[in-house]
């Protein structure tokens, strides 16, 4: 009599449902990873919105700048103030009018909120962001 060599048909269910409880575990992991490599380019943005009013308080007056509170740059006016064109702050998952200018402090350091809500793009993220006058980006 000889032996077939091979894997049982029970053996084979284990490695399947071991895979599948790997592969469970594994999406919501990497699908936090992906939203946070989104709200990467919004914080990039930011910064560069934040660079921008503070050049732009030190070329007028502080008091000048702290009139941009509340202004979004999906505004023309407030992107001509900055010096940006109206394609400047467009990302692959956010656009202009995410991002509010929340505040603008004694030293011409704002903070910008970034709103993915915003945004009419397709795979943006989920939820609010704010770059803060200490540089820190955290949830909202």
């Known amino acids: 009599m000889t032996r077939r060599k091979g894997f049982t048909l029970v053996e084979l269910m284990v490695v399947i449902l071991i895979v599948g409880i790997l592969a469970a575990v594994a999406i919501p992991l990497m699908q936090g990873r992906i939203d946070k490599a989104k709200w990467s380019e919004a914080n990039a943005t930011a910064g ?9 308080a030190a070329e007028t007056s502080i008091t000048t700048a702290q009139g941009l509170v509340g202004s979004n740059l999906g505004v023309a006016g407030t992107q001509s103030a900055l010096g940006f ?10 656009e202009s009018d995410c991002y509010v200018i929340t505040a603008v402090n004694g030293s011409g350091i ?27 980006w955290t949830k909202l």
Request: some cysteine; aromatic content about 8%; hydrophobic content about 35%.
């Open 85 to 94: 064109s109206a394609t400047d702050c467009e990302g692959t998952y956010f």
């Open 48 to 56: 560069t919105i934040r660079t921008a009013i503070r050049a732009y």
């Open 110 to 136: 704002a903070t910008i909120t970034v709103n993915a809500a915003s945004s009419a793009k397709a795979d943006k993220p989920t939820g609010s962001y704010q770059l803060t006058e200490a540089g820190a």
